[in-house]
Nanobody, 122 residues
Framework: QVQVVESGGGLVQTGGSLRLSCTASGLSFETSYWAWFRQVPEKKREGVAC????????LYADSVKGRFTISRDNAKRTLYLQMSSLSPEDTGMYYC???????????????WGQGTQVTVSS
């Protein structure tokens, strides 16, 4: 049984930082592409960042470039998203997902966590 679990969300002030983590079991962590997505009510899920299997190649949405950093530790089977210079526009439910393609198309990712809420106050 595949299980994907995010953690690290919370309430932070504008300009603050948070680090999200994501662990997984029941799948091959190291051979999967991993990504972070976010969603707010009544809006489409947005791809935030993606990382390739080795962790060398990284792709970011324009809205987070220079502020967010995606990374992975295959030995620990953990994915990270370091977020800095947060603004209220970053508020949302953040999901990590595993798939077999590199990119920010949600349809490419078969395994999803339940999400962790990030709220940025103004």
């Amino acid at each position: 049984q595949v299980q994907v679990v995010e953690s690290g969300g919370g309430l932070v002030q504008t300009g603050g930082s948070l680090r999200l983590s994501c662990t997984a079991s029941g799948l091959s962590f190291e051979t999967s592409y991993w990504a972070w997505f976010r969603q707010v009510p009544e809006k489409k899920r947005e791809g935030v960042a993606c990382i390739n299997r080795s962790g060398v190649a990284k792709l970011y949405a324009d809205s987070v470039k220079g502020r967010f950093t995606i990374s992975r530790d295959n030995a620990k089977r953990t994915l990270y998203l370091q977020m800095s210079s947060l603004s209220p526009e970053d508020t949302g439910m953040y999901y990590c997902a595993a798939g077999d393609r590199y990119g920010l198309d949600a349809d490419s990712f078969a395994h999803w966590g339940q999400g962790t809420q990030v709220t940025v106050s103004s």
